[in-house]
């Protein structure tokens, strides 16, 4: 059973950075990608960021180039999103997604607030 497992959202001023952590387990097969959605109030959920475990080839959405740093531990099974000079455009729930032979794995959410 695959279990995503978020923590690291919160409160933060514009300018200013968070780190989400998403640790993860029971992926059945080798080869997947890993990765963040988020989804605002009112707004369809979009990709922000994933990493391959084939290659760790990355993907950025263009609206989180040069902020947003997606990297991974291995060892630890967890997938780190280092956001910096958040904006408030960037409030949502950020939810965890593990992509396996295209099926999806999500999970919890944690939420994102960014205001002055």
């Known amino acids: 059973q695959v279990q995503l497992v978020e923590s690291g959202g919160g409160s933060v001023q514009p300018g200013g950075s968070l780190r989400l952590s998403c640790t993860f387990s029971g992926i059945p097969l080798q080869y997947y990608t890993i990765g963040w959605f988020r989804q605002a109030p009112g707004k369809e959920r979009e990709g922000v960021s994933c990493?391959?475990?084939?290659?760790?080839?990355?993907y950025y959405a263009d609206s989180v180039k040069g902020r947003f740093t997606i990297s991974r531990d291995n060892v630890q099974n967890t997938v780190y999103l280092q956001m910096d000079s958040l904006k408030p455009e960037d409030t949502a729930v950020y939810y965890c997604?593990?992509?396996?032979?295209?099926?999806?794995?999500w999970g919890q959410g944690t939420q994102v607030t960014v205001s002055s």
């Open positions: 990493i391959s475990s084939a290659d760790g080839s990355t």
């Open positions: 997604n593990a992509r396996v032979l295209l099926v999806d794995f």
